[in-house]
T-cell receptor, first 112, second 114 residues
Framework: DAKTTQPTSMDCAEGRAANLPCNHSTISGNEYVYWYRQIHSQGPQYIIHGLKNNETNEMASLIITEDRKSSTLILPHATLRDTAVYYCIVRRLTSGTYKYIFGTGTRLKVLA | DTGVSQNPRHKITKRGQNVTFRCDPISEHNRLYWYRQTLGQGPEFLTYFQNEAQLEKSRLLSDRFSAERPKGSFSTLEIQRTEQGDSAMYLC????????????FGPGTRLTVL
């Protein structure tokens, strides 16, 4: 199984970029990297996903290394509302389903 | 709001009682997932439906748990003879069958078994 490794927690100053790393050294060539975040007591919120190329949307940027063994989620200007647990997930197809395997994520605290 | 909805948002029950949760997916999403999340952990996969067919069940889904999606739209998750260990957040997600199959989650139902 392609598993992910993330730091347990990180702090970031408000207004600065938050860079959240993720290692997925056993990723297969056709597996996507997904990022979600979960604010306390809410359901996970989709942020971004990618396969090989770097991706950007209105929420964040995703940088995937050329060997695809790691990636970084970038929140360009962190706000207090970005305080959450961020999950990096490798989406694999198992038995015909695209179930997600969540780890424990990175708890990001944005400081005023 | 056209997102995934779940009801109730909170449920407190006594050990041994039965509970049922409902999930309404995003309209036209054929795939529906149930996850369970305990404190401090990431969500864990429970089961998956494509339309009305239940295609996969986790070993976490004991025989006290049953999920249905009778008409391929909303889904229910029932827990019989609840135990204190069933206390958790139960999350529902849905995804379309086209594109990258991104899953969109509902707000969850928090179950407390006393």
């Amino acid at each position: 199984d392609a598993k992910t490794t993330q730091p347990t927690s990180m702090d970031c100053a408000e207004g600065r970029a938050a860079n959240l790393p993720c290692n997925h050294s056993t990723i297969s060539g056709n597996e996507y990297v997904y990022w979600y975040r979960q604010i306390h007591s809410q359901g996970p919120q989709y942020i971004i996903h990618g396969l090989k190329n770097n991706e950007t949307n209105e929420m964040a940027s995703l940088i995937i290394t050329e060997d695809r063994k790691s990636s970084t989620l970038i929140l360009p200007h962190a706000t207090l509302r970005d305080t959450a647990v961020y999950y990096c997930i490798v989406r694999r197809l198992t038995s015909g389903t695209y179930k997600y395997i969540f780890g424990t994520g990175t708890r990001l605290k944005v400081l005023a | 709001d056209t997102g995934v909805s779940q009801n109730p948002r909170h449920k407190i029950t006594k050990r041994g009682q039965n509970v049922t949760f409902r999930c309404d997916p995003i309209s036209e999403h054929n795939r529906l997932y149930w996850y369970r999340q305990t404190l401090g952990q990431g969500p864990e996969f429970l089961t998956y439906f494509q339309n009305e067919a239940q295609l996969e069940k986790s070993r976490l889904l004991s025989d006290r748990f049953s999920a249905e999606r009778p008409k391929g739209s909303f889904s229910t998750l029932e827990i019989q003879r609840t135990e204190q260990g069933d206390s958790a957040m139960y999350l529902c997600a849905s995804s379309p069958t086209w594109g990258p199959d991104t899953q969109y989650f509902g707000p969850g139902t928090r179950l407390t078994v006393l």
